[in-house]
């Protein structure tokens, strides 16, 4: 067998017919957009979005090749693998039944490390075709203070960039040094199109980049930049979907020995993609809807139903089906037990705090997230959906319990969810082996999680995730109900014996 090409523009004409290329030219492509936090959800969607536009010969789309940027120091992985493969990548759709269906993506012209050359990032951004600026930086770096909803600065590359701003460390600072400069040169601003999963993304990305921008403006001499960005910046709301597991080596491996391309960092997903946006873009964006983006004046429906079902599904499947001995998501979503648990989430938990979805059947929704999640190909790890869940639960799950207390509803199966996390934090699966937890607050939430031995709502008087939880009887007597079971009796025992009528 012929060894697997390396991936680059110049290979490009020897990968196989069995992988799909572009079929653009490239060299035609200027940037239009830049992007803070290329991983592999960036690239299984914005990316891929942009790279069906040029592939359906949409001309205006040339303008608008997306350049990546990090800012974190593992972010040199990225920029090592890309400008060795000059910015082309694979990705590769995981079907049900075992099919792959391999693409190489064009739509990246160019990958920036800030660290390395931060002038080089600033000048991109003050570029006047740059448009628009990207964002899939995780919920936990726009820092909102979970129980007063404000701006919380304590970051040290924030507070760096507050006491600096001329010489930027994080996205905030770049984008906001960025917006001074345009405004001093007269330049329109950028759009700033967050792509996170965050209720209100756009909206949250505006008040926490303009409080941001505030304190730079009390540090500093000059006209104030906030005020500027309140009236000049515009910021979408946006619902984004896609499963998009962690890249393995198998899959590294699988791309080079049945396909014959050697792609050092390529991306693997799920079929199923969705994109909902606020059509809010003063200086223009490419059509997306011509390639099934869902362009709306109201994105909050469809990011409730994401939220509240799609992610608040996934913790309420990854922490029992872990302690249950469970690894993979699909898994779980095989085993009739935990499928009829999370359906009842779902269902009477979930759905009852959404409002009217426009042409969306909810129900039919709820069966297609447990066939998603079912999906044997993707392999989408439990330990993937339990990282970060400090940053995870208080926006996806915590709301539906404040929802369910405020109008006597059921807040059961919330319980359990919120225990299940409680117990995976104790660090010790059911079967006595140890628990990575990866968590941003690991030794805080785990701390925690070791003192519920003598006080059984230890782990819900952390206000900054939970509020005043720890105090609503409603939901701390079965909270602390199952959290006991969870401990003397595990996890499928605790489903099987309740009664969840």
């Not at 792609?263 to 199923?272: A, G, I, L, R, T």
Request: proline share 7%; glycine share 8%.
């Amino acid at each position: 067998m012929s060894p697997a090409i390396p991936l680059s523009e110049e290979t490009l004409s020897q990968v196989t017919t069995e992988v799909a290329r572009p079929g653009y030219d490239r060299s035609r492509l200027s940037p239009g957009i830049v992007h803070f936090g290329v991983g592999g959800f960036h690239r299984a969607h914005q990316a891929m979005y942009l790279d069906a536009l040029l592939e359906d010969g949409v001309d205006e789309a040339f303008g608008w090749g997306i350049v990546g940027v990090g800012t974190m120091p593992g972010d040199a992985r990225m920029r090592d693998a890309l400008q060795a493969q000059d910015c082309l990548y694979t990705l590769v759709v995981k079907h049900p039944d075992g099919h792959l269906e391999p693409r190489v993506v064009g739509s990246l012209c160019d990958y920036l490390f800030a660290p390395e050359d931060p002038g080089a990032v600033l000048d991109r951004l003050t570029d006047p075709d740059v448009r628009i600026v990207s964002l899939t930086i995780t919920e936990g770096s726009y820092h909102v203070n979970q129980v007063t909803g404000e701006f919380d600065p304590k970051d040290d590359a924030l507070q760096a960039d507050i006491a600096d701003p001329g010489a930027p460390r994080s996205a905030f600072g770049f984008i906001t040094e960025a917006l001074r400069r345009r405004r001093a040169a007269g330049t329109p601003a950028f759009t700033v199109m967050s792509c996170d999963n965050l209720p209100g993304n756009g909206d949250v990305a505006a008040a926490m980049l303009t409080a941001f921008a505030a304190l730079q403006d009390e540090a500093a001499d000059g006209p104030a930049l906030a005020p500027w960005m309140g009236e000049q910046v515009a910021f979408p709301n946006a619902m984004v979907d896609r499963i998009t597991p962690v890249t393995t080596p198998e899959d590294i491996e699988a791309l080079a020995t049945r396909f014959g391309v050697a792609d050092q960092w390529p991306v693997v997903c799920e079929p199923f993609t969705q994109w909902v946006l606020e059509d809010h873009f003063p200086t223009g964006r490419p059509a997306f809807e011509e390639v099934g983006v869902q362009l709306v004046d109201d994105v909050v429906p469809y990011e409730l139903m994401k939220l509240r079902l799609l992610n608040a599904g996934h913790q309420a499947l990854c922490y029992l089906g872990y302690l249950s001995g469970y690894r993979y998501a699909h898994e779980v979503c095989q085993d009739p037990l935990f499928v009829d648990f999370l359906l009842g989430y779902m269902e009477h938990e979930g759905t009852p705090t959404l409002p009217e979805v426009p042409d969306v059947d909810l129900a039919a929704y709820r069966h297609t997230l447990i066939e998603r999640f079912a999906n044997p190909e993707v392999r989408d790890t439990l330990a993937r959906l339990c990282a970060e869940s400090s940053d995870r639960i208080p926006k996806w799950l915590v709301p539906v319990i404040r929802h369910q207390l405020e109008h006597d509803g059921p807040l059961e199966r919330c319980a359990l969810v919120v225990a299940s996390w409680a117990r995976y934090a104790e660090g010790v699966d059911e079967q006595g082996e140890p628990i990575e937890v990866v968590d941003r607050h690991r030794d805080r939430v785990m701390a925690a999680a070791a003192a519920q031995q003598e006080d059984a709502l230890a782990f819900l008087r952390d206000e900054t995730f939970f509020g005043d939880l720890a105090q609503q009887e409603r939901f701390t007597q079965p909270y602390t109900h199952f959290l006991t079971r969870l401990r003397t009796d595990g996890a499928r025992a605790t489903l099987e014996d309740h009664d969840w009528t």
